[in-house]
T-cell receptor
Framework: ETGVTQTPRHLVMGMTNKKSLKCEQHLGHNAMYWYKQSAKKPLELMFVYSLEERVENNSVPSRFSPECPNSSHLFLHLHTLQPEDSALYLC????????????????FGEGSRLTVL | GENVEQHPSTLSVQEGDSAVIKCTYS??????FPWYKQELGKRPQLIID?????GEKKDQRIAVTLNKTAKHFSLHITETQPEDSAVYFC????????????FGKGTHLIIQP
């Protein structure tokens, strides 16, 4: 058991749909992340919520909208996606005790496999 | 932003032989260098990490070396076994800030019986 749970595990949506991915961590961590994993590409960091502050990431299109209501839950809201957004979306959490000296191992969830038709 | 180059993209070795994967980076302020292993259909998991004040770290058959001057670090796996077959990702964490890790593209390690 990873301690990081993602739902749904698989999602198929049309380009005009609105859906959300959910992540919950049971590890008491204070930082949560969304990563995108596409074939033949590195894991791409999309969003970070660390020590209850969101770190902006300007390279992520606005059709992806994160929400972190508390330190245990993280959402990724999806709307008007494109076929190239099809990928595995991984949530992760860590415990950051010092922002200047990162010490937290990332604990990943199993991922949500998204297919955009 | 940070850039991490990982080589090779695929590595095939005979069972029992050693495997070495190398990553280079550009941000001299990077201070944390982990390696993650992702088995087929599973989530990435941390296997070993090293910080900028250390040159080498070992954990049984796995070791990581860091050369801060040359800005590269390597994963060494000795006496490889079939269960070592997986994709391995290096990553860096820049100094300062609250950003997460920046990952390399991954190396698909294949252990031949």
């Amino acid at each position: 058991e990873t301690g990081v749970t993602q739902t749904p595990r698989h999602l198929v949506m049309g380009m005009t749909n609105k859906k959300s991915l959910k992540c919950e961590q049971h590890l008491g961590h204070n930082a949560m992340y969304w990563y995108k994993q596409s074939a033949k590409k590195p894991l791409e960091l999309m969003f970070v919520y660390s020590l209850e502050e969101r770190v902006e990431n300007n390279s992520v299109p606005s059709r992806f909208s994160p929400e972190c209501p508390n330190s245990s839950h993280l959402f990724l809201h999806l709307h008007t996606l494109q076929p190239e957004d099809s990928a595995l979306y991984l949530c992760a959490s860590s415990q950051e005790t010092n922002r200047e000296l990162f010490t937290g191992e990332l604990f990943f969830g199993e991922g949500s496999r998204l297919t955009v038709l | 932003g940070e850039n991490v180059e990982q080589h090779p993209s695929t590595l095939s070795v005979q069972e029992g032989d050693s495997a070495v994967i190398k990553c280079t980076y550009s941000d001299s302020a990077s201070n944390y260098f982990p390696w993650y292993k992702q088995e087929l259909g599973k989530r990435p998991q941390l296997i070993i990490d090293i910080r900028s004040n250390v040159g080498e770290k070992k954990d049984q058959r796995i070791a990581v070396t860091l050369n801060k001057t040359a800005k590269h670090f390597s994963l060494h796996i000795t006496e490889t076994q079939p269960e070592d077959s997986a994709v391995y990702f290096c990553a860096i964490r820049a100094g300062g800030g609250a950003d997460g890790l920046t990952f390399g593209k991954g190396t698909h390690l294949i252990i031949q019986p």
